[in-house]
């Protein structure tokens, strides 16, 4: 159902649309038809050309295969393909020009953004009386799943859940900068700890209400077998590549960013892409105000949940992530996304009683006008091949949900500021597991 009004929408911007080919590329390409452009001048001075640069690749990032690429040839119409990358994918409008060469029926993408004698991969359109057929994925839409049995107690049967919780936790809490403590005598705030919390009362009841649950880290251990002192050398080699000088403070702090998000997250996305292949991922996140140097009590406690997408032109010119970021155009996870986001949300903050959050516009994008979703380029909403929600709820450095972390994992409800509540992660479970059940009842 939801495929019908987003074509609505997206028909409002083909108008547009024929603006998007920047001239100065369309001519430079204009004697071919969209094939690779021509490169006989060059070879003429193939020995005074000087090597080609090492390609703009994220931080652990692989070389990409453009022929992931192939199943989808003609599977996607110009109009719907402009439709995702200027409505939710990049974060301003003209942010993909530089990389993306449009014809009338096809797109040429640079490999290589730092060289473009590399070549173009050409993808082909989908023709207009040619139905949409949608290819090589491993997770499907609500409505691929089997029919459920009237009034079923097991609306999540057949389905296969990854839950993700966010961060390290135990020893390694300290290595990613999610945790505080304040006060004496207090429990630390550990946000790697908290999520495994999450997940844990997840796996038991969505596994009773039929689904298969994953869990991407079932530990306080990290998942990646890297660590930090056996990325100094990829550190070094990261920041040389980004024209950066690569001091010894900032190789180690490029180090323990890369294990714990590159190395960490690109390792759960292997569990995920190549063992689970689930049909939706859940990203399990606690939000937090920034704190300055200390960490201190602030205002702010809201809710937000992110999906993929708002990539910046330095991501766009990453020759990986652009690769990733058509993967998920061509697999049409968005539609997937935002339904289930819609109705999680509403069940969430039925749970928690949360105010949305706002992004200032530049690192993140919003959604449909829905104030509680926006969109945002982060390691594993990308890199995770399938619907991706990730949670943003709760700031932990407000001083109830400090309350609430103090008071742990308790049986039924306790008082705060005058209201009855759950525990604060079965509260935080709650919400979610309402919101799949809902949408799975009604899409399927
Ligand atoms: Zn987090």
Redesign the pocket.
């Known amino acids: 159902m939801f495929i019908k009004s987003t074509a609505k929408r997206f028909a409002l911007l083909i108008i547009g649309s024929q603006l998007l080919g920047s001239p100065a590329l369309l001519t430079s390409f204009a004697s071919g038809d969209g094939g690779e452009p021509s490169t006989e001048k060059e070879a003429t001075k193939e020995e005074t050309v000087a090597p080609a640069p090492s390609p703009n690749i994220a931080r652990l990032g692989r070389i990409p295969d453009w022929t992931r690429l192939d199943p989808y040839q003609e599977s996607m119409s110009r109009e719907e393909f402009i439709y995702l990358l200027r409505h939710c994918y990049v974060r301003n409008d003209g942010d993909f020009k530089d990389y993306m060469v449009f014809r009338h029926d096809r797109v040429l993408i640079m490999k290589q953004s730092n060289y473009p004698e590399a070549g173009y991969y050409e993808l082909r359109f989908k023709p207009e009386n040619k139905i949409p057929e949608v290819k090589s994925r491993f997770w499907r839409p609500a409505n691929e799943l089997n029919d459920l049995p009237e009034n079923s107690s097991k609306p999540l049967q057949d389905l296969v859940i990854a839950v993700d919780p ?2 390290i936790g135990g020893e390694w809490t300290t290595w990613d900068d ?1 945790h505080f403590k304040i006060g004496k005598d207090t429990i630390a705030v550990e ?1 790697g700890v908290m999520t495994l919390k999450v997940a844990k009362i997840l796996e038991r009841d969505l596994t009773q209400l039929g689904a298969t649950v994953v869990l991407t880290r079932a530990t306080e251990n990290p998942v990646t077998a890297d660590r930090i002192e056996d990325l100094h050398d990829e550190a070094r080699a990261y920041l040389i590549r980004k024209r950066k000088t690569p001091s010894s403070g900032l190789i180690a702090a490029t180090a323990k960013r890369m294990f714990a998000i590159s190395s960490e997250i690109r390792a759960r996305a292997d569990l995920v892409n190549e063992n689970f292949k689930p049909d939706l991922a859940l990203c399990l ?2 939000n937090a105000s920034p704190w300055g140097s200390r960490p201190s009590f602030r205002k702010s406690n809201h809710l937000h949940l992110l999906i993929n997408g708002c990539y910046a032109a330095y991501e766009v010119a990453e020759d990986d992530t652009r690769l990733e970021m058509l993967l998920r155009i061509l697999q049409r996870v968005y539609y997937e996304e935002v339904a289930l986001a819609d109705d999680i949300i509403s069940t969430l903050q039925d749970e928690t009683d949360l105010p949305a959050a706002y992004y200032d516009g530049t690192n993140g994008k919003s959604i449909n006008d829905n104030d509680y979703l926006w969109s945002r380029n982060l390691l594993a909403n990308r890199m995770f091949l399938c619907p991706v929600i990730f949670f943003e709820p709760y700031c932990m450095n407000h001083v109830e949900t400090h309350a609430r972390v103090q008071a742990g994992e308790y049986r039924g409800l306790q008082e705060f500021k005058g209201v009855f509540r759950k525990n604060i992660y079965q509260e935080y479970a709650d919400g979610v597991t309402a919101g799949l059940v809902n949408y799975f009842r009604r899409n399927r």
């Open positions: 966010g961060h999610r946000e996140h606690f």
